[in-house]
């Protein structure tokens, strides 16, 4: 994140736990999508949705220029995300080992 001037860090954590405070608040897909898309520019959206359908090619275990070639998203971005997936917080994976957990038992996301 880019450093505030007039925030501490203390502060700027702060602002952050309520962003992800707010985003559990979210009950289903629409109210997540009305939420992001007040949030968000649609650059950042994309740029966030790109990131998120590169996960997926990635545990396919796909070279990264054919994952450029299915998803239009830089070998850049590919390599970005890669290391995040297997040495980033884990939150890709997280994400990624419920949603495979949701489709194997026929569930959606809310």
């Not at 602002?15 to 992800?20: F, K, N, P, V």
């Not at 992001?36 to 220029?65: H, I, K, N, Q």
């Amino acid at each position: 994140m880019k450093p505030h001037a007039r925030l501490t860090p203390r502060q700027e954590a702060r602002a952050e736990r309520a962003l992800y405070q707010a985003v559990l608040t979210l009950r289903n897909i629409d109210e997540c999508r009305a939420f992001f898309r007040d949030l968000c520019t649609p650059a950042e959206l994309e740029a966030m949705s790109d990131r998120w359908a590169v996960v997926e090619w990635l545990e396919r275990g796909l070279p990264y220029r054919e994952i450029h070639k299915h998803t239009g998203v830089s070998v850049t971005t590919i390599a970005r995300v890669a290391r995040y997936v297997s040495t980033g917080n884990g939150g890709y994976d997280l994400a990624a080992r419920r949603l495979e957990a949701q489709r194997a038992v026929g569930g959606s996301a809310r």
